[in-house]
């Protein structure tokens, strides 16, 4: 496990050998499940992973590997705080669609509404500008499109025929 590790820890280290690692940390808390540094071990490596997994949009998947810890530590308090983060993010209020505001970067856009599930974007490339599209599911169940125009929002959809505001 000692070389998993090693290889897992460099600064040059793949997903694979992150992945072999977590196995085999795995593996060792499945076989020895009261052993306490090596359940903390495989503890922080979810949490990661799950922050890992929300980073890319994919809040379903980390919702997952939150509950996974909490069911063996329900009083982790990051636990807690990454589930209720990818929870909210998992689909967005017309209040945050509020929130947004024309020349708005594509990262202050993510900072409110996280960043969108992955395969739910567009981008087309025009002669003089890139028009780049993510899509949300809402709260009440339908579908809102933020619009970038060269990185820059000039526009947001509450639903796919709808405008929700005049930007100015």
Same mark, same amino acid.
């Given at each position: 496990?000692?070389?998993?590790?090693?290889?897992?820890?460099?600064?040059?280290?793949?997903?694979?050998?992150?992945?072999?690692?977590?196995?085999?940390?795995?593996?060792?808390?499945?076989?020895?499940?009261?052993?306490?540094?090596?359940?903390?071990?495989?503890?922080?490596?979810?949490?990661?992973?799950?922050?890992?997994?929300?980073?890319?949009?994919? #809040?379903?998947?980390?919702?997952?590997?939150?509950?996974? +810890?909490?069911?063996? @530590?329900?009083?982790?308090? !990051? =636990?807690?705080?990454?589930?209720?983060?990818?929870?909210?993010?998992?689909?967005?209020?017309?209040?945050?669609?509020?929130?947004?505001?024309?020349?708005?970067?594509?990262?202050?856009?993510?900072?409110?509404?996280?960043?969108?599930?992955?395969?739910?974007?567009?981008?087309?490339?025009?002669?003089?500008?890139?028009?780049?599209?993510?899509? #949300?599911?809402?709260?009440?169940?339908?579908?809102?499109? +933020?619009?970038?125009? @060269?990185?820059?929002?000039? !526009? =947001?959809?509450?639903?796919?025929?709808?405008?929700?505001?005049?930007?100015?």
């Amino acid at each position: 496990m000692l070389r998993h590790k090693k290889a897992a820890v460099a600064p040059d280290a793949t997903p694979q050998q992150k992945q072999v690692y977590a196995d085999s940390v795995g593996a060792f808390v499945k076989k020895h499940p009261n052993h306490g540094r090596a359940r903390e071990v495989y503890q922080r490596i979810q949490l990661d992973f799950a922050q890992e997994l929300s980073a890319l949009g994919r #809040y379903q998947d980390s919702v997952r590997f939150y509950r996974a +810890v909490l069911a063996h @530590d329900p009083d982790n308090a !990051a =636990a807690h705080r990454g589930l209720a983060d990818a929870v909210a993010r998992l689909a967005i209020s017309r209040e945050k669609l509020l929130a947004l505001e024309k020349g708005m970067s594509q990262r202050q856009v993510a900072h409110i509404l996280g960043k969108p599930i992955p395969g739910w974007t567009a981008r087309a490339k025009r002669r003089d500008s890139v028009v780049d599209a993510w899509y #949300y599911r809402k709260t009440d169940g339908g579908v809102a499109g +933020v619009y970038f125009r @060269d990185g820059e929002l000039f !526009a =947001a959809e509450e639903n796919s025929n709808a405008k929700l505001a005049a930007m100015n």
